[in-house]
């Protein structure tokens, strides 16, 4: 008689428990993949494998390459060398030390930003968080401490999630990180930055942020990375840095899916 633990394989063989289950994920992989066929993140079509892009939007996809600026990691005309710094770097530098993206926020990589955002595709967060664990892996080590931009409990009531804290958990899973998804709170509630030029945006989140009581002791002295799905003018990342900085934050770097490329970088 064969054991419970065992099934037969091709020919009779006896197989493990453990092949047994690799078995049955696999056989289930199949009838899910025929019942929900998997589909490219960005624009729905049907593909041949699940948490991809098809062809025609992994050949559109803005992906960001070196040589990029050391700062804001905006790209640069060419290579100038390790540690370059864009022209905006120079005169106007950041609060935080270095930010990389995956993607300019155009294209396809646009349509996945406010897929999760908007139309809550909670789904797209853990494929775009690991291409952001890739993309920032130079920011990331075990010793990292990953933190995401947080909202206003109000807009937090209204959307329901925080779709930076869904991208912040999968990039500190990628990375093998601590994660502390409220570490942060944005103490008051802020307008909607879109639309806002660059000095209107430093005033609308200047003092908007504060580390919760009890949470101070976990900056002291660590390097932080703060995740956001977009970078725009980078005053969100600042002032949320100041605040980490102020508390003992050895560095605080930034990590987002898509950055908005200023004409000037």
Known sequence: ??????????????????????AGRICASAVLDLLLPPRCLACGCRTGHTGGLCPSCWMDMPFLENPVCERYGTPLPHDMGEGAL???????????????????YEGPAR????????ARH???????????????QELLSPESLVLPVPLHRWRLLCRRFNQSADLAAAVARAAGCTHEPMLLARTRRTRQQVGLDAASR???VRGAFAIRAGYVTDVFGRAVVLVDDVMTTGSTASACARVLKKAGASR?????FALAVPEEA
Do not use: H, Y
């Not at 605080?252 to 987002?256: H, K, M, R, S």
């Open 202 to 204: 430093q005033k609308n």
């Open 1 to 22: 008689m064969i054991d419970c633990c065992q099934r037969l394989g091709p020919g009779g063989r006896r197989m493990s428990g453990s092949r047994s289950l690799k």
């Open 86 to 104: 864009s022209a905006r770097a120079i005169m106007d530098p950041p609060v935080f030390d270095r930010s990389r993206s995956v993607a300019r």
């Open 252 to 256: 605080v770097d930034v990590l987002t």
């Open 122 to 136: 909670r789904d797209l967060g853990k494929p775009m968080g690991e291409w952001m664990a890739r993309a920032g």
């Open 111 to 118: 349509q996945m930003v406010l897929a999760l955002k908007f």
